[in-house]
């Protein structure tokens, strides 16, 4: 699903009507192109209600697809192709990243599953009753999840900036900066993947040491000699 699929099913999910130029104008394209992804998220079984009138408009009638079981293929975190059998349940975004929560009828237990690792999406036409989800809030069950299963990485770095300005750089990934002295501060932070974290600290701007993890340093040593060796290409 592309990411401005998942952009459209995003604003539809609230509990209100969009009208159609609005909704053009808030994913910054025409409105025959959301004509257009409202047709494919209806053919991903995504029930998209339009009404009629002067200006129409359009909404989702729930918060997942429309009790019918979709089967898609996976691609999982170490390159393993499956597919999946499920019963949608919610998308929900969580850091970078957008997740589908569902059933997993081959495995009998609630999942979570990347959006962009799912590929070649197809409604069964086989409708399911409503399960009972997990006594937990969407958001905190993927959270939840991905703490359990996903490689987490802790990042320990001194960083050559103020406190300050690498607390307004980082933004939302700020995890923990403390002050060292008016020059530098301590950042500790995680991350799922290195190359994230890799290349959030070199967009800082600044001077850095990574302390931890030793997988990180070793990336940045791998990224280092590659970086020189296209440096070193001439015509």
């Known amino acids: 699903m592309s990411a401005r699929l998942l952009g459209l099913l995003s604003l539809l ?48 009638a729930g918060a997942a697809a429309n009790r019918e079981r979709l089967r898609f293929a996976y691609l999982s975190a170490d390159g393993a192709e499956t597919r999946r059998l499920t ?24 999942r979570i599953f990347r959006a962009d690792r799912i590929g070649d999406p197809h409604p069964t036409g086989v409708r399911f009753p409503g399960r009972v989800p997990p006594d937990q809030d969407p958001a905190e069950f993927v959270a939840a999840t991905l703490y359990s299963s996903a490689p987490v990485y802790e990042v320990v770095a001194t960083l050559r900036l103020p406190a300050g300005q690498a607390a307004r750089r980082l933004g939302a990934a700020a995890g923990s900066v403390e002050p060292i002295d008016d020059h530098s501060c301590r950042l500790r932070g995680r991350a799922d993947t290195l190359e994230w974290l890799a290349s959030r ?9 990574v302390h931890e993890p030793p997988e990180l340093r070793a990336y940045q040593r791998a990224l280092s000699a590659r970086a020189a060796r296209a440096s070193a290409v001439t015509d």
């Open 87 to 110: 019963e949608p349940y919610r998308l929900v975004a969580s850091g970078r990243r957008w997740y589908l929560m569902a059933f997993d009828n081959d495995r009998d237990d609630w």
């Open 201 to 209: 600290l070199l967009m800082l701007g600044c001077e850095f040491e």
């Open 13 to 60: 999910q609230t509990p209100r009507e969009w009208p159609g130029s609005e909704l053009a104008e808030r994913l910054g394209v025409s409105p025959r192109t959301i004509r257009r992804d409202v047709d494919r998220l209806r053919e991903l079984g995504y029930p998209v209600q339009a009404t009629m009138g002067a200006v129409g408009g359009y909404r989702l």
